[in-house]
């Protein structure tokens, strides 16, 4: 995957000892990970290896993505053997160092995929090729259908085969046919690593559940959409239609994971519809890239480029700061079922307000982070070439129409998970001993919310860091013209300039006044209790909140939203009748594979030349 563009060595010669030093750290480390599994005795001696190893490997991208160790970045000709197995361009090095910052808060759980996964950013063609399929291998849940994941691993080894041998390979007409097909290979390989599907329920089998090491399954995933927009041949007519159709794909995909976030039973599931959501994106915002370059709007293709890397190193961001507050709601609270979780405000108050402003981003509240990308978002559909008829809109209001839909459903699942884990009261015994974790998890939860809060505020940063590998995406010389300023984010047209930090300083005024207010009124906030319990025996010990049978639950919330819609008694049995009809007719169809349960690992050897028929098929039609 990195051998798709042009390979890039910098000017000096500290590029390619950087290259050298991490590719030792990652060699130690993956000798290290394979020595705790082996002797499980070492793994207590093996943590805070990993750990340094990770902070080794930031320091090395961060040197590296400086202009002093980067130098101009220049196309020159092949790097020696060694650095053509692990040679980091400017465009890996800003994956690797978000990759690099999940392994650190993985530990141990998730430090092989994390490894699989800097390989597979930074390694060259059958390596990172090798190192995607390991990673989908390692994001592999027991508790999903059976098979999942033979597509992402169909598409890594088709990318092995796409992948050019040189730099000159995408300028010949072989190159450009078989980068014609990229599109496609690049959905099968990142469908597993996104977490992307079509199902809207939000069960044990369709929904795994979320860990810390599909975060970097989510970077590699973004890294190779960045890629396919570095290396896709100038084709007009090929791109508009690849952009447009991955634009409806994702659409559809998003709609898909915020009904499965809505629907889900416990936590972990909830975050994976919207971590699903999220990493529909992407795909969206690499679509919108396609027909930017197919029109030759290189000012909106600009913005695509800005849009993409901020979703990238703000998602990774957010979504490990949400499964690090996940992780200690778990040790304090028990499972993290809904029906079980409940007054968490007031139990454990540190951990509920950064959790809070974590879901407030996923949300897109301003100023936060999840704000600026909805804006962008809709400035780069606003860029879109204007078709001379009615007719010819009518696609992208549908496709707006649908993410609307999406973002609703996505709002209402972030409401009721606050409203049922946060809000309430205790509904377990162990529920209401929980409290605040101790400071070291804590200030680790802390420092996570707090760079995404960073983020938020100064997005050019990340943009000012990444400025050589988005000039590599975006194919100029310099990176001058897709940087901003620090504080800024300017539109892709040039229009409009949002500028996140006057929101938030807006916030802080209009907070402190609220403050001085409620300070000059001298009343302190109080618990409402009940007066008079109706001769109600007392409550026990581990029940100081009242019986948790009484409590607000998951059902309330429901019941309260049919309320408000003016849902009629009775209207409901129609819907259920409609959706056992549904399900038996599911059953149906599934005899067949009941009968032969063995189907599924007969019809497995034919899946890779099926795919290889397809794919030269598609390719035949599309040269």
Same mark, same amino acid.
């Given at each position: 995957?990195?051998?798709?563009?042009?390979?890039?060595?910098?000017?000096?010669?500290?590029?390619?000892?950087?290259?050298?030093?991490? =590719?030792?750290?990652?060699?130690?480390?993956?000798?290290?990970?394979?020595?705790?599994?082996?002797?499980?005795?070492?793994?207590?001696?093996?943590?805070?290896?990993?750990?340094?190893?990770?902070?080794?490997?930031?320091?090395?991208?961060?040197?590296?993505?400086?202009?002093?160790?980067?130098?101009?970045?220049?196309?020159?000709?092949?790097?020696?053997?060694?650095?053509? *197995?692990?040679?980091?361009?400017?465009?890996?090095?800003?994956?690797?160092?978000?990759?690099?910052?999940?392994?650190?808060?993985?530990?141990?759980?998730?430090?092989?995929?994390?490894?699989?996964?800097?390989?597979?950013?930074? %390694?060259?063609?059958?390596?990172?090729?090798?190192?995607?399929?390991?990673?989908?291998?390692?994001?592999?849940?027991?508790?999903?259908?059976?098979?999942?994941?033979?597509?992402?691993?169909?598409?890594?080894?088709? /990318?092995?085969?796409?992948?050019?041998?040189?730099?000159?390979?995408?300028?010949?007409?072989?190159?450009?046919?078989?980068?014609?097909?990229?599109?496609?290979?690049?959905?099968?390989?990142?469908?597993?690593?996104?977490?992307?599907?079509?199902?809207?329920?939000?069960?044990?089998?369709?929904?795994?559940? /979320?860990?810390?090491?599909?975060?970097?399954?989510?970077?590699?995933?973004?890294?190779?959409?960045?890629?396919?927009?570095?290396?896709?041949?100038?084709?007009?007519?090929?791109?508009?239609?690849?952009?447009?159709?991955?634009?409806?794909?994702?659409?559809?995909?998003?709609?898909?994971?915020?009904?499965?976030?809505?629907?889900?039973?416990?936590?972990?599931?909830?975050?994976?519809?919207?971590?699903?959501?999220?990493?529909?994106?992407?795909?969206?915002?690499?679509?919108? %890239?396609?027909?930017?370059?197919?029109?030759?709007?290189?000012?909106?293709?600009?913005?695509? *480029?800005?849009?993409?890397?901020?979703?990238?190193?703000?998602?990774?961001?957010?979504?490990?700061? =949400?499964?690090?507050?996940?992780?200690?709601?778990?040790?304090?609270?028990?499972?993290?079922?809904?029906?079980?979780?409940?007054?968490?405000?007031?139990?454990?108050?540190?951990?509920?307000?950064?959790?809070?402003?974590?879901?407030?981003?996923?949300?897109?509240?301003?100023?936060?982070?999840?704000?600026?990308?909805?804006?962008?978002?809709?400035?780069?559909?606003?860029?879109?070439?204007?078709?001379?008829?009615?007719?010819?809109?009518?696609?992208?209001?549908?496709?707006?129409?649908?993410?609307?839909?999406?973002?609703?459903?996505?709002?209402?699942?972030?409401?009721?998970?606050?409203?049922?884990?946060?809000?309430?009261?205790?509904?377990?015994?162990?529920?209401?001993?929980?409290?605040?974790?101790?400071?070291?998890?804590?200030?680790?939860?802390?420092?996570?919310?707090?760079?995404?809060? *960073?983020?938020?505020?100064?997005?050019? %940063?990340?943009?000012?860091?990444?400025?050589?590998?988005?000039?590599?995406?975006?194919?100029?010389?310099?990176?001058?013209? *897709?940087?901003?300023?620090?504080?800024?984010?300017?539109?892709?047209?040039?229009?409009?300039?949002?500028?996140? =930090?006057?929101?938030?300083?807006?916030?802080?005024?209009?907070?402190?006044?609220?403050?001085?207010?409620?300070?000059?009124?001298?009343?302190?906030?109080?618990?409402?209790?009940?007066?008079?319990?109706?001769?109600?025996?007392?409550?026990?010990?581990?029940?100081?909140?009242?019986?948790?049978?009484?409590?607000?639950?998951? %059902?309330?919330?429901?019941?309260?939203?049919?309320?408000?819609?003016?849902?009629?008694?009775?209207?409901?049995?129609?819907?259920?009748?409609?959706?056992?009809?549904?399900?038996?007719?599911?059953?149906?169809?599934?005899?067949?594979? /009941?009968?032969?349960?063995?189907?599924?690992?007969?019809?497995?050897?034919?899946?890779?030349?099926?795919?290889?028929?397809?794919?030269?098929?598609?390719?035949?039609?599309?040269?």
């Amino acid at each position: 995957m990195a051998g798709w563009a042009v390979i890039t060595t910098p000017g000096t010669g500290a590029g390619r000892i950087i290259s050298i030093i991490l =590719l030792v750290v990652l060699g130690a480390m993956l000798a290290c990970v394979l020595a705790s599994r082996a002797w499980p005795r070492a793994r207590a001696a093996c943590l805070p290896l990993l750990r340094v190893g990770w902070v080794v490997v930031m320091a090395g991208a961060l040197a590296a993505c400086l202009p002093a160790a980067l130098g101009h970045v220049a196309a020159v000709g092949r790097a020696p053997r060694l650095l053509s *197995v692990f040679h980091p361009d400017p465009l890996a090095l800003s994956s690797l160092l978000l990759v690099a910052l999940v392994g650190l808060c993985a530990g141990q759980a998730g430090a092989l995929a994390c490894i699989a996964a800097a390989a597979a950013v930074a %390694g060259g063609p059958l390596v990172s090729g090798l190192a995607g399929a390991c990673v989908i291998v390692a994001l592999r849940d027991d508790a999903a259908r059976r098979g999942r994941g033979t597509g992402g691993l169909l598409g890594m080894a088709l /990318l092995s085969m796409l992948a050019p041998a040189g730099p000159d390979a995408l300028a010949g007409a072989g190159g450009a046919s078989r980068a014609l097909v990229l599109p496609v290979v690049v959905l099968m390989a990142t469908w597993p690593l996104l977490h992307l599907s079509w199902r809207p329920g939000g069960g044990r089998r369709h929904v795994p559940a /979320l860990r810390m090491a599909d975060v970097a399954g989510f970077v590699v995933g973004g890294h190779l959409w960045l890629r396919l927009l570095a290396c896709y041949p100038d084709s007009t007519v090929l791109s508009e239609r690849w952009g447009y159709a991955l634009v409806a794909l994702s659409a559809g995909l998003f709609l898909a994971a915020s009904l499965r976030a809505l629907v889900a039973r416990d936590m972990r599931r909830v975050l994976s519809g919207l971590f699903g959501g999220t990493a529909a994106l992407p795909v969206m915002v690499a679509g919108l %890239g396609l027909v930017a370059r197919a029109n030759d709007l290189p000012d909106m293709l600009g913005g695509v *480029v800005a849009c993409l890397m901020l979703l990238l190193a703000a998602g990774c961001i957010i979504w490990i700061a =949400l499964l690090g507050l996940c992780d200690a709601i778990e040790v304090e609270a028990g499972q993290l079922v809904l029906m079980h979780l409940g007054g968490l405000a007031t139990l454990m108050p540190r951990v509920s307000a950064l959790l809070s402003v974590g879901l407030l981003a996923l949300g897109g509240m301003p100023p936060l982070i999840g704000f600026s990308i909805s804006w962008m978002l809709l400035r780069l559909f606003g860029a879109l070439p204007h078709g001379g008829s009615l007719a010819q809109e009518i696609p992208v209001v549908c496709v707006l129409a649908v993410m609307g839909a999406g973002w609703g459903v996505r709002l209402l699942a972030l409401v009721r998970l606050v409203g049922v884990v946060l809000c309430g009261r205790p509904r377990t015994p162990r529920g209401a001993g929980a409290c605040d974790p101790p400071w070291p998890v804590l200030g680790r939860c802390a420092a996570g919310v707090a760079l995404a809060c *960073v983020v938020s505020l100064l997005p050019g %940063g990340w943009g000012a860091l990444a400025r050589a590998g988005m000039a590599q995406v975006a194919r100029q010389v310099n990176g001058g013209a *897709v940087g901003g300023s620090l504080f800024a984010l300017p539109s892709p047209d040039g229009v409009s300039v949002l500028v996140p =930090l006057h929101g938030a300083v807006l916030l802080l005024v209009v907070g402190v006044m609220v403050g001085v207010v409620w300070w000059m009124r001298g009343v302190s906030a109080t618990r409402q209790v009940a007066t008079w319990e109706q001769g109600a025996p007392p409550a026990p010990p581990w029940m100081p909140f009242g019986d948790p049978l009484t409590q607000v639950g998951a %059902g309330v919330f429901v019941r309260l939203l049919q309320d408000m819609a003016g849902w009629p008694e009775g209207a409901a049995a129609g819907v259920r009748r409609a959706l056992r009809a549904w399900r038996a007719g599911g059953r149906c169809l599934m005899l067949p594979l /009941l009968r032969f349960p063995d189907a599924p690992e007969r019809l497995a050897p034919l899946a890779l030349p099926a795919g290889i028929a397809l794919a030269i098929a598609l390719l035949c039609w599309l040269s």
